[in-house]
């Protein structure tokens, strides 16, 4: 009977360790997405054991003051759902690229790195610097293929295979200007009687003559009106180095340059830049300085890649009331579906722990509004609704943990809304979507493997003369035809023979 008894006494214990590390539904879980997760996260540790493990992270932002004590909350909870802790390493945008390319490089042990189309997502995947995660997907990352749909991972796929999983947010993209509010309602500037660009110059110079120290249109090298336009009004085709322009349905490959939207838009922006409506540092300067500069009141107004709520969204994110106006036309590209990804680095000890992770972005509510807005009551405080706002004394800009970074992980319509965004918000981003003009070329990937030279040489070219003309920093007339034929020099025409061979061949399959 002792014997009997002291059986099932052990039972009992190894019963209660498997429980506690497979982690309860808890009390911040209740969508039903996510108590599937407790579930599939009970298999998951009966299939690792769910040894500790460290989580690294790196995704471009600004470092918060209160970052450690965010990271100090999630690892409580993810120390209970998946027997892991997180260490998040945001860097600048600004210094994105060389830290990543280094850290590739150097094979530095890492878990967790955000992509998109961008940010070199195709030539990073295609060279192995990802780990290949649909047998990933299929085992731990249930949730993440309920909640995104076959729609999402098709559109991010490379040849069929996930390489990252996106974020769920907006199908479509547009682009559009964010204004001051304070400012359109001084002047009683009426935005809907604004039809085209060339409408906002006497807007541009009432400010400038009225408002001392406030510069109608601020501008950054990798963040201005040129490249937004370009954008969404043609399809990039993964990095701009030979586009389509959804609207002549001949899919045909062309050098952006030579485009009459962008040509017309830098004509534009010369315009301005010699008005003296743009920030004269344009060229230089990184993205987080142009918020920087908005948060002072230093600025007007700047273009964006607009959604539903997009003005809200930044309030929030500056301190500084916006509005905005978009235009173009909603538009759906594979850019579109790779603008924000997390992929799984191939140095990463523990893929299947880093998945998990994943999933949990996908379906647990409490831990993706941790990481997107920080500690309740600390650096946001929730009504009965549900609804955020600051706490009494705070504000974006005092506000220890204000990253902006919402957009960029798991579902973001698990995220909370906060006061001063619509109610209807997520409804509005479904019409959105819905609304989008889908490029012909979704779905089609482009694999630079074959001119990687040629790419790489275009690159250094553009870092020359890119920003100065995007911005209207220098004049087109003298250096545009320059810029092209350095473009032609380095190999452009060899690598837009070799998209549209490329485009050609996916054609024959898709039509």
């Known amino acids: 009977m002792k014997k009997q008894l002291g059986t099932l006494l052990t039972l009992i214990s190894l019963m209660a360790v498997l429980i506690s590390a497979c982690g309860g539904a808890g009390n911040n879980t209740n969508n039903k997405v996510g108590n599937n997760e407790n579930a599939s996260s009970s298999t998951n540790t009966q299939d690792k054991a769910l040894d500790p493990y460290k989580l690294v992270m790196y995704y471009p932002s600004t470092t918060p003051a209160d970052l450690n004590l965010v990271q100090e909350e999630m690892n409580k909870y993810l120390t209970e759902k998946i027997n892991a802790t997180i260490e998040l ?90 204004f001051r509010k304070d400012l359109i309602e001084k002047y009683k500037i009426d935005l809907d009687s604004i039809n085209n660009l060339d409408d906002l110059t006497p807007v541009f110079q009432q400010i400038k003559e009225n408002e001392p120290g406030v510069t109608p249109l601020l501008a950054a090298g990798s963040f201005n009106l040129t490249g937004m336009i370009g954008g969404y009004t043609l399809d990039n085709l993964g990095d701009s180095y030979g586009v389509l322009d959804p609207e002549n349905k001949d899919m045909k490959v062309v050098n952006l340059l030579e485009t009459d939207k962008i040509k017309s838009t830098i004509d534009l922006m010369r ?55 978009d235009f173009t036309k909603p538009q759906t590209t594979t850019g579109e579906a790779t603008g924000a990804m997390m992929a799984i680095s191939r140095t990463s000890a523990n893929p299947e722990r880093a998945m998990m992770f994943l999933n949990l972005l996908y379906t647990d509510k409490y831990l993706i509004n941790l990481l997107d807005f920080g500690i309740e009551g600390k650096h946001y405080v929730k009504n009965t609704e549900g609804i955020l706002s600051y706490p009494e004394g705070v504000t974006a800009q005092s506000s220890g943990y204000n990253p902006g970074t919402a957009w960029m992980f798991g579902n973001q319509m698990n995220t909370a809304l906060w006061s001063n965004e619509d109610p209807q918000k997520w409804d509005k981003f479904k019409a959105f979507n819905e609304s989008s003009v889908k490029s012909p070329a979704l779905g089609f990937v482009w694999d630079p493997a074959n001119v990687k030279n040629e790419v790489a040489a275009c690159v250094n070219v553009k870092s020359q003369f890119g920003a100065p003309l995007f911005t209207g920093s220098i004049d087109p007339e003298e250096f545009l035809p320059e810029y092209i034929q350095k473009l032609k020099e380095a190999g452009l025409d060899k690598v837009i023979a070799e998209k549209q061979k490329q485009l050609d061949e996916w054609v024959a399959v898709n039509k």
């Open 89 to 178: 390493k945001p860097i600048d945008w600004g210094a994105w690229n060389d830290k990543a390319n280094l850290m590739f490089a150097s094979n530095e042990k890492f878990d967790l790195i955000f992509t998109a189309s961008y940010l070199s997502y195709n030539s990073n995947a295609i060279k192995g610097q990802y780990i290949q995660m649909d047998d990933l997907l299929a085992k731990y990352g249930q949730g993440i293929t309920e909640t995104l749909g076959s729609d999402w991972i098709k559109g991010s796929q490379i040849d069929g295979r996930s390489f990252a999983v996106p974020t769920l947010k907006e199908f479509a993209g547009s682009a559009g200007m964010l």
């Open 271 to 325: 315009k301005w830049n010699l008005a003296g409506y743009v920030n004269k540092d344009a060229p230089t300067i990184k993205d987080d300085q142009l918020y920087n500069l908005m948060k002072a009141g230093k600025g007007f107004a700047f273009a964006a890649a607009t959604k539903p709520g997009k003005d809200a969204e930044m309030s929030s994110t500056l301190g500084v009331e916006l509005v905005q106006k």
